[in-house]
């Protein structure tokens, strides 16, 4: 395993294991959107509230595996202070990125780009994208 296989694994199990956002607040302002998959257990809510165009809050609550999870908190993190706008741009660049898609490599993916060697794992790439597509779902 090379050195930065090491530091992807490094960095989504501490996302993993102290997860970012998590919690759902009690608000009318977030939207939210929740989404389950029945074949897997991943089990994930995610909570925005944009204001002015800016995404003011992101948030995530859920269950799963460590790449589900550990998906969600980067999503949570990268979006915040984002324009709505962007954070869309941001979110299909990812989607398309782990489902070895054309994509934009000139957008920023943060830390979740970590996730670039899912496409490898075709099992693994629902886990990866499910956070991503309830953030978008939010958007809407």
């Known amino acids: 395993m090379s050195g930065l296989d090491n530091l992807y694994r490094e960095v989504i199990m501490e996302h993993y294991k102290n997860p970012r956002n998590k919690g759902l607040i009690e608000d009318s302002k977030y939207k939210l959107f929740r989404i389950k998959n029945p074949s897997c257990g991943d089990d994930?809510?995610?909570?925005?509230?944009?204001?002015?165009?800016?995404i003011k809050d992101c948030r995530q609550m859920g269950h799963g595996c460590s790449i589900s999870m550990a998906s969600a908190s980067i999503l949570t993190e990268i979006m915040v202070g984002k324009k709505v706008e962007e954070a869309k741009e941001i979110a299909e660049t990812y989607l398309n990125m782990i489902a070895n898609k054309e994509f934009n490599k000139d957008i920023d993916l943060e830390e979740a780009t970590v996730f670039s060697g899912v496409k490898d794992f075709p099992a693994r790439i629902k886990c990866a994208s499910i956070a991503w597509v309830a953030f978008?779902?939010?958007?809407e």
């Open 136 to 139: 978008k779902d939010t958007l």
């Open 44 to 54: 994930i809510t995610i909570q925005t509230y944009a204001e002015d165009g800016i």
